[in-house]
């Protein structure tokens, strides 16, 4: 397993702003993964009312998607452009159209007794219940996506996504906002989720180490407490005395958990997941497990880019 550059500069020059903390980058791989395998893409035809609003927003996020060392991470092409030619490995299509429905409705609000306009700008006390006619606005908006392998046109990915948003607006209530601000939330929604489902996740994190000193003698106990106040401004020097330590007292949870969180710091991540799992039964150990097994398949599928 290779280890993760940008872990690793991260973890030497990073000083933890929170104590009893390590810095460490973990990742988590594009869930599309034959989508998420590729680097050349495009976009194609998206139909509807929206869809040309839509195509615009997925590219742009794809466009942004960066990997492990904050490269580009899919190249994106327009399919007439000639260097699209034989670097198009992923096309998507889709389409996208927004509908406006507006209802009326009898309502039974509490206003200011003395106003003769609808108002709620008083105390409860001073309110009374009345009947008024309000408005209901309901925003759908209703879009796929498909991506295809350019070499043999097989879709490898298709997903519909229906969002809406209804707005009741009574008299006294603050202005409804504009339905086109509210198409245009939605289709930003759309493409934000659409967009995740093939972007890798990568995070700079602070990880709590565990303190508890229980089965350490005295003198143990005095250098394991060096060893948390050295996390605030030395993480290597903080794992070094954790390595000792642990040399001395394998078994030892605390020691076992952070000396395994060290080698996930230092992106040596094999040996970190080893460590978590030795932990057997321990919950903190198994969801640092889960978190580095997602590195590594992050890390595995990058490269299988290169």
Do not use: H
Request: aromatic share 6%; charged share 30%.
């Amino acid at each position: 397993m290779r280890s993760i550059p940008i872990l690793l500069a991260l973890a030497l020059g990073a000083v933890p702003a929170a104590a009893e903390v390590l810095p460490v980058t973990w990742g988590q791989p594009a869930e599309a993964r034959d989508v998420a395998s590729v680097r050349g893409v495009a976009l194609d035809r998206f139909g509807g009312s929206d869809g040309r609003a839509l195509a615009a927003l997925i590219e742009t996020r794809l466009a942004a998607a960066r990997d492990r060392e904050g490269r580009d991470y899919y190249a994106v092409y327009s399919l007439a452009a000639p260097s699209a030619e034989g670097n198009v490995e992923i096309v998507f299509e889709g389409g996208a159209s927004a509908s406006i429905e507006e209802r009326r409705s009898q309502q039974k609000r509490r206003y200011c007794k003395d106003a003769a306009e609808p108002r709620t700008n008083c105390e409860d006390k001073l309110k009374e219940e009345r009947e008024v006619t309000c408005r209901m606005r309901i925003v759908a908006l209703s879009s796929d996506l498909r991506a295809a392998r350019e070499a043999d046109g097989r879709v490898v990915y298709r997903r519909s996504l229906p969002l809406r948003e209804e707005v009741t607006w009574c008299p006294g209530d603050a202005a409804m906002p504009a339905s086109e601000d509210v198409v245009e939330r939605l289709i930003d929604r759309a493409a934000s989720d659409y967009a995740a489902d093939f972007v890798p996740l990568w995070r700079a994190d602070e990880i709590r180490v565990l303190e508890n000193r229980r089965g350490l003698s005295k003198d143990q106990g005095e250098r394991f407490k060096e060893a948390l106040r050295a996390t605030k401004t030395n993480a290597g020097e903080a794992c070094r005395l954790f390595e000792e330590l642990a040399s001395e007292a394998p078994t030892q949870r605390s020691l076992a958990f952070n000396r395994a969180l060290c080698a996930e710091m230092r992106g040596e991540l094999d040996a970190a997941l080893a460590g978590f799992e030795a932990m057997a039964g321990d919950r903190e150990a198994a969801a640092a497990a889960g978190r580095v097994r997602g590195t590594m398949e992050a890390v595995l599928l990058e490269d299988s880019r290169t």
